[in-house]
């Protein structure tokens, strides 16, 4: 059996604010923007490199918006990550260096929290 995280979805109160952090200051690709119905908008976004994707809109979920916590994206330079990041705008945490990786964290406008990790060098 053979299973595949795709899509998550995370709670925001103003999709069109999300959708601008998530692609102008965080680099996401906007997948989809598909205003189904009134009561319904589905927008897709993927970070880049990843086979997952989140799912941000209107009548998508019933979480209150700021509610997802630890979310987390690998990468392979955390420093380089972080830099670019503060560039395009993001507030991004300090590096926390640990024996199991190393670890930054922003947070969405509506406070959802995410985290980027460095694994380690393995031997």
């Not at 997952?52 to 009548?59: L, M, P, R, Y």
């Not at 503060?86 to 929290?113: L, Q, T």
């Amino acid at each position: 059996m053979e299973m595949k995280l795709e899509l998550v979805a995370v709670p925001v109160s103003d999709v069109d604010r999300a959708k601008a952090f998530y692609t102008e200051k965080i680099g996401f690709h906007a997948d989809h923007d598909y205003q189904v119905r009134d009561d319904l908008r589905f927008v897709q976004l993927t970070p880049p490199g990843s086979a997952c994707s989140i799912v941000i809109g209107v009548g998508i979920t019933d979480m209150p918006p700021g509610s997802v916590k630890g979310l987390q994206m690998v990468v392979a330079d955390v420093k380089a990550v972080c830099d670019e990041l503060v560039k395009r705008g993001a507030e991004v945490s300090e590096i926390e260096v640990m024996p199991w990786g190393s670890f930054a964290y922003f947070n969405d406008p509506d406070g959802n929290r995410w985290s980027f990790q460095q694994l380690p060098v393995r031997n």
